[in-house]
Every structure is written in C-alpha cells, then in structure tokens.
C-alpha cells in the first residue's frame, strides 16, 4: 500500500525535461497479485527510457539499487539510534570526563558506520557504472540524482498529507 502510494506520487512528479508524466508502471504482476516492488520497476523503467538500456540491463541496475537502498537505509536506521545515544549521554547528569569515556565506544561506532556508508554509496555507484559509455554514466549520474530527489520529495509529501498539512 504505502509503496503504491509512494509510486503515484512519483508518477505525478515529472522530470524537468518531460512535458508528460512517464508512462505508468504496472500495479500488478501478469498473475494478478499486487507488484510487491514498484519502486524497482519504477526505476528499471525510467533507466530504460533515459539511457536506452535493455530491460534486463535496466533491470539488473534497479536490483542494485535496490540492494543499496536497504543497506542504506539500514545503517541510517542504526546512525539515528547512535546520534540519540549521544543526545542522552551529552543531556545527562555526568561530569564532562564522564561522558567523554561513555561517548568515546559509541563515536567510534557512529564513525565506522559514516564510513561504510560513504564506501558503499561509492561501490553502488561503481557497480551500477559497468558496461555503460562515459555518457550512460554522466545521464546515469544526473538520474540517480533526480529520482533519488524525488522519492525523498514523494516521502515528505506522503508525511504531510497524514499529517494533515
């Protein structure tokens, strides 16, 4: 449901250089079940249309991203937890010493994680390069980009509309 959602609001979202929405992605698979992964075919479809890829090379690269988002998301998941370790530590009642030494492990968590996240981002960005021609991987830059822009506008939006905003 939320991924249905997530997809038409990035369907309504068009791309600077398009004077049409792209063509819609399908809701449900051949069988008639419901697409589980939207997103992936969402951006298998635009990789298609925008470099010129087949579907299976489009396909491969949508499946990358896909893997990269969930490692992504997940180291996120642990960073937010770490910052809100830090928050308790720095706002308690300890002396200054005190919190340095109850900081120090928890920093060096929260550093190792920034940097598998820079080393992953520049492996995905690596992996989803290969085999295409210096100007498939500039436009493949530029979309990255784009769509990761609006996913993140499509997910804000979606916040404010339960919200009520």
Excluded: Y
Aim: no cysteine.
């Amino acid at each position: 449901m939320i991924q249905a959602v997530l997809l038409s609001a990035l369907m309504a979202q068009t791309p600077g250089s398009r004077q049409e929405p792209p063509p819609p992605v399908p809701q449900e698979r051949e069988d008639g079940q419901p697409d589980p992964r939207p997103l992936l075919r969402f951006r298998a479809k635009r990789l298609q249309e925008g470099l010129g890829l087949d579907a299976g090379r489009a396909g491969t690269i949508a499946e990358r991203w896909a893997q990269f988002d969930q490692e992504h998301f997940q180291r996120q998941r642990q960073i937010a937890a770490l910052r809100l370790r830090f928050n308790d530590i720095l706002m308690g009642p300890e002396p200054e010493d005190r919190k340095s030494a109850l900081i120090r492990p928890v920093l060096d968590q929260f550093m190792d994680l920034r940097d598998q996240q820079m080393e992953s981002k520049r492996r995905f960005e690596s992996d989803i390069r290969q085999g295409l021609n210096p100007a498939q991987q500039a436009r493949l830059i530029l979309m990255v980009d784009d769509l990761n822009k609006q996913v993140m506008d499509a997910l804000r939006a979606r916040r404010q509309e339960r919200r009520g905003f």
